[in-house]
């Protein structure tokens, strides 16, 4: 129960519903709550066709390269680490993704929810705690935070009052996050590093 409890956690970081709600906002606009409900659940879908397809392909493809699950934490760490310390100098691409436009597009949301450090911290959830042949825990993790990301999404386009807030909402958000997962990052080189060199 505490590593499902510590995978979700992990995996509801990495995807980050607050932020994905605050760019569904901005592109969603003052559409309609049918369209909301349309448009969040193609974003959710195809989110958690992308983590799936980390959690239950992922260790495969290690195996396939010849890539032990330590080195790759190490690998997939520094990659979290980069990810974190770029949400928390505001230096990463998260506040010019919403397309600027006048089609605003759902992809920029789908590739940050489903970024290479989320399918990271997918697979290395997957490869840690894979039982009975299925990485049980990271797929009780995706789901949960693919289905909190899709109910934050409606909600926060919704209960979208004035949008000039958005950007400072964003950017306060994404620093805090940032800081969290540069410390998943760092944990995970961490403990392959450990594990490795044992």
Not at 48 to 75: E, H, K, P, Q
Not at 91 to 102: E, Y
Not at 143 to 169: H, K, Q, Y
Request: proline content about 3%; hydrophobic content about 55%; aromatic content about 6%.
């Amino acid at each position: 129960m505490e590593q499902q409890l510590q995978a979700i956690a992990t995996v509801l970081s990495l995807v980050n519903p607050a932020i994905c709600g605050v760019l569904f906002a901005q592109v969603e606009g003052e559409s309609s709550r049918r369209k909301h409900f349309v448009d969040a659940t193609k974003a959710a879908m195809a989110i958690l066709a992308i983590l799936l397809g980390a959690a239950l392909a992922g260790t495969r493809v290690l195996d396939l390269f010849g890539v032990s699950l330590d080195a790759f934490m190490v690998a997939g760490g520094g990659v979290l680490a980069w990810m974190g310390f770029s949400m928390l100098s505001g230096k990463g691409s998260i506040a010019s993704s919403p397309a600027a436009d006048s089609t605003p597009s759902l992809t920029p949301l789908i590739l940050f929810a489903a970024s290479p450090g989320t399918i990271t911290g997918v697979i290395t959830i997957a490869a840690a705690h894979t039982r009975l042949q299925l990485p049980t825990t990271a797929l009780v993790a995706i789901g949960v935070a693919v289905a909190t990301t899709w109910l934050i999404m409606i909600l926060t386009a919704v209960l979208a009052g004035r949008r000039n807030d958005a950007g400072f909402l964003r950017d306060t958000i994404t620093r805090l996050m940032g800081l969290l997962v540069l410390s998943m990052g760092v944990q995970f080189a961490l403990t392959g590093f450990r594990s490795f060199t044992v």
